[in-house]
């Protein structure tokens, strides 16, 4: 067999013309894997033929100098040709055979011992036409695809990681003209008794944005309005009668002003007619009680009170704790800026804590017990004017002397006997919130809420919900834009717009109340789109602690965009509006950016309780170019897309337990056990973000169920901080100020100043004790954190 081989190998030679290198394999020096059909004689002499056959295409098609050099240079005596290179002859891994083992290692026919046979020449130049025509459909389809993807809508998921270029892409659809149009179209609705037309334009414009199930939510409630008839105040001594704004008892003035006189009340105050001294209580402060009560018997006598320093709420239950029977409540013109004159403005208040009074605690749905609390008080309370103060004190107006301001004071030795008479009605009444959603992509189940309100029917006629309605659908428009081309945020975000908020934020607390415990688990952040304009100078965001870094990045990156960058303060201070029972309730962590005046904003706290008449034409006077209220919707919007689309929250730890250490500050007594608790929970805090945070945030150490855990985490922070009672009007969670001129916890302001007339101090230590356990909780908290990751960590290793 070996001679008929080297004879035939001879004769091709011969016919060729050509040298060929022919180098034959002894059994004993293959490979151990070689197959056994590789010494069958017959396949053998087949494929001699073959390589005869491609030889002489070879010559005919012009390539007579193809040779393998590897072959022909090849020593067949040499030693290391028994050595066969084992790695270069395992078959090919790859899809595409030995054609691509071949490009890949140029030098394997030269570490392959044993010539190539000739039909493998043939399988090459087969393959090679296989692969040229693959190569061609693979580009064809590659068109196709490219031309599909930018012609139809991309389904592409969120990618997890953060993205401000595709925030940008969102956020640069909002324009101030499209916000101006809503403006005034929804300005043209306020005027109908119902609410429900304003209801239904706005679930229309929502749906046709294509916000999905968008639906209505009514709640049967209780509210207190105002009677056909306006109270009055009378002068003893005069018989003269007045109507709140201060202008005389008459039909032709009713006539003139009567939406004015009507809505200027106290929403929930006790009705009927009381004649009494007034007395002039200032700003009802702990101390001006103590120096009243010292010198006057005001056992049912009428307060003349101002509002402002502290929450309304908490002052009248001061006053009734001391006895008092009614109430003047006016605004000193002192404490507004110079550019405002509110000398006849009235304006409306609420004595609602928050939610429906008639089922407090609990949603407001049929079958529901409902309590008989037509006033929430025994006090007559009645808002008026600080023309009508004036004439009470016999004093033309507020003076100025020398450009400053005097004050409205009731002289001490001068007696004023008046006669108020507050009317109102109680009458149950449907509230209709409107709310939609963008289902999340990856958690739906986590809820980013954003709230803004529309005009209840009955209430005062501002307009300051036409701008928080406007602000929100534009919003809305920007972001579907993106959604309809296949985006969806990671985190599911929920439009509410509240209606009840004048009377007490009835339509967020009944909505709060009905899925408290759906909320409880699953709401992330709320940002409030409440009164985003109550000027034009300042932008002011509120933020809880744990988001200020975001606002201040957001707000830095937005001056970078402007000509103008006015230095912002970002503080946690107690705020207007529906975010109250997120707040307070939920623990969850809020923002919120509006406009002030400067010179308010240095004024006293809490006159933004009063709701005044606010016209259309007064905000367009602010922004007529609707570019602030451009601002705020970017801004809001670039919080919301973050918080939804963030991998990790984007909340600071170390922030809360910093803003602890720092309400703990300065001379305060009986503060050694918080400040040693402060400094364990910034240790958790610490431990707990560069532990978890940190590694976290890159990429590359991500793990779905560490984010899933950390996350949790995140969101719940705040709920240690609520504590089970808090004096009237101040909030639940004490994470927040009073106001920013107060740097401390408010409820141990509230306690030092109730004891200090006072032997025992069982209030200060009920306070104390409440402030120490929310610090400890918090530092349980972010320490159990820590002990299950390191947990689920060690279980893994």
Not at 282 to 295: H, V
Not at 485 to 497: A, E, L
Request: charged share 20%.
């Amino acid at each position: 067999m070996k001679i008929l081989k080297e004879w035939l190998c001879l004769q091709m030679e011969k016919r060729s013309g050509k040298k060929m290198a022919y180098q034959k394999v002894n059994a004993d020096q293959r490979a151990p894997g070689h197959s056994q059909y590789l010494d069958n004689d017959d396949l053998q002499a087949t494929a001699l033929d073959l390589e005869w056959d491609m030889e002489k295409e070879l010559e005919e098609s012009g390539f007579d100098q193809f040779q393998l050099d590897s072959a022909e240079n090849q020593n067949l005596g040499h030693s290391e040709t028994i050595d066969l290179d084992l790695d270069s002859i395992q078959p090919a891994t790859s899809p595409k055979g030995r054609f691509q083992r071949l490009q890949e290692e140029s030098d394997y026919i030269t570490h392959y011992t044993r010539s190539a046979p000739k039909s493998n020449r043939c399988n090459f130049c087969h393959l090679l036409k296989i692969l040229c025509i693959a190569t061609i459909l693979f580009i064809f389809g590659i068109l196709i695809g490219y031309y599909v993807h930018t012609n139809c809508p991309s389904d592409t998921p969120s990618s997890g990681t953060v993205d401000p270029q595709l925030y940008q892409e969102i956020l640069k659809t909002i324009q101030a003209e499209d916000i101006k149009k809503s403006f005034r179209n929804l300005v043209q609705l306020y005027k109908s008794e119902d609410d429900m037309e304003i209801s239904k334009k706005i679930k229309t414009q929502w749906t046709s944005l294509g916000l999905e199930d968008v639906q209505f939510v009514n709640y049967s409630v209780l509210l207190n309005l105002p009677d056909p008839s306006p109270s009055t105040v009378t002068l003893s001594s005069s018989g003269q009668c007045f109507h709140p704004n201060g202008q005389p008892c008459s039909e032709e003035a009713r006539k003139d002003s009567s939406q004015d006189l009507l809505y200027s009340y106290a929403a929930y105050s006790a009705r009927g007619i009381l004649k009494a001294e007034v007395i002039d209580v200032s700003y009802g402060m702990a101390d001006d009680l103590k120096r009243i009560r010292k010198i006057k018997n005001v056992t049912n006598q009428i307060a003349l009170l101002k509002l402002g320093k502290l929450p309304l709420l908490y002052k009248l239950s001061l006053l009734e704790k001391a006895g008092f029977g009614g109430v003047l409540l006016y605004i000193d013109p002192c404490d507004l800026p110079k550019t405002v004159n509110p000398s006849h403005d009235t304006f409306m208040v609420s004595l609602n804590p928050g939610g429906d009074p008639s089922t407090p605690g609990y949603p407001s749905v049929d079958g529901s017990f409902r309590q008989s609390r037509s006033n929430l008080t025994s006090l007559l309370v009645q808002p008026i004017s600080a023309s009508l103060v004036a004439k009470l004190i016999s004093s033309p107006k507020a003076g100025t002397k020398n450009d400053a301001c005097s004050p409205l004071e009731l002289p001490n030795n001068e007696v004023r006997v008046i006669s108020m008479q507050v009317q109102t009605v109680t009458k149950l009444k449907t509230v209709t919130n409107v709310v939609g959603y963008v289902m999340g992509l990856t958690s739906p189940d986590r809820y980013i809420i954003v709230g803004s309100h529309h005009h209840t029917a009955h209430s005062y006629n501002g307009q300051e919900w036409a701008s928080s309605t406007a602000i929100i659908t534009a919003f809305i428009r920007a972001l579907m834009s993106k959604v309809k081309r296949g985006w969806r945020p990671d985190r599911t975000i929920v439009f509410c717009s509240w209606g009840g908020t004048a009377f007490g934020n009835i339509g967020s607390y009944e909505w709060g109340e009905d899925f408290k415990k759906v909320l409880q688990k699953n709401v992330v952040a709320y940002i409030s789109i409440h009164s985003p304009l109550r000027g034009n100078s300042s932008l002011h965001p509120v933020a809880s602690p744990s988001l200020q870094q975001l606002v201040v990045e957001k707000n830095n990156f937005n001056c970078t965009r402007r000509a103008q960058c006015p230095e912002t303060n970002i503080s946690s201070i107690q705020i207007q509006g529906d975010a109250d029972y997120f707040i307070n309730h939920l623990g969850v962590p809020i923002v919120q950016f509006a406009y002030e005046d400067i010179k308010a904003l240095e004024g006293p706290s809490f006159l933004s309780e009063a709701l005044f008449s606010t016209r259309a034409t007064k905000i367009e006077e602010m922004d007529p170019s609707f570019n602030l209220h451009e601002t705020i919707t970017k801004l809001s919007g670039e919080v919301i897309l973050q918080i939804a689309n963030e991998p990790v929250l984007p909340f600071n730890a170390i922030d809360i337990a910093l803003e602890v250490q720092n309400n703990l500050k300065g001379d305060q007594p009986n503060t050694h056990q918080l400040l040693a608790m402060a400094s364990r929970l910034r240790e958790s805090a610490e431990l707990f973000q560069s532990d978890e945070m940190r590694p976290a945030n890159d990429p590359k150490e991500r793990a779905s169920n560490r984010i899933r855990m950390l996350n949790d985490i995140l969101q719940d922070m705040e709920k240690s901080f609520l504590v089970k009672q808090a004096p009237p009007g101040f909030y639940r969670n004490i994470l927040y100020h009073l106001d920013e001129k107060t740097s401390r916890f408010s409820i141990l302001v509230e306690a030092w100043e109730h004891c200090k007339p006072l032997a025992s101090n069982e209030t200060l230590q009920e306070a104390l004790s409440e402030v120490l356990n929310s610090i400890n909780s918090a530092q349980v908290y972010f320490k159990a954190g820590l002990d299950v990751f390191r947990s689920v960590l060690n279980g893994k290793n």
